[in-house]
Nanobody, 116 residues
């Protein structure tokens, strides 16, 4: 059974930081990513990391967010710095699929990030 469990969301002030974690299990292809969605809008790819540690960032977060992983724990992290109100969204961890743009075969349930 595939599971992706996110943690680390919450509320923070502008210019603050948060770190999201995603613990994955049940699939073998190592590609993990973070997406975000605002109600009424489409899902936006934020960042991905592949098995060889290659990374991808959307232009909107480049230079502020850092994705990393601990392959021994099958866990990915998203360090979010210099947060802005426009980063407010539900953040979803995804895994499996094909890097860098399609690490989206499996999904977590999401964690809310609110920046004010």
């Amino acid at each position: 059974q595939v599971q992706l469990v996110e943690s680390g969301g919450g509320s923070v002030q502008t210019d603050g930081s948060l770190r999201l974690s995603c613990a994955a299990s049940g699939y073998s292809r190592h590609c993990m990513g973070w997406f975000r969605q605002v109600p009424g809008h489409g899902c936006e790819l934020v960042s991905t990391i592949s098995g060889d540690s290659s990374t991808f960032y959307s232009d909107s977060v480049k230079g502020r967010f850092t994705i990393s992983h601990d392959k021994s724990k099958n866990t990915a992290y998203l360090q979010m710095n210099d947060l802005k109100p426009e980063d407010t969204a539900m953040y979803y961890c995804a895994g499996g699929g094909f890097p860098p743009l399609f690490c989206d075969e499996y999904w977590g349930q999401g964690t809310q990030v609110t920046v004010s």
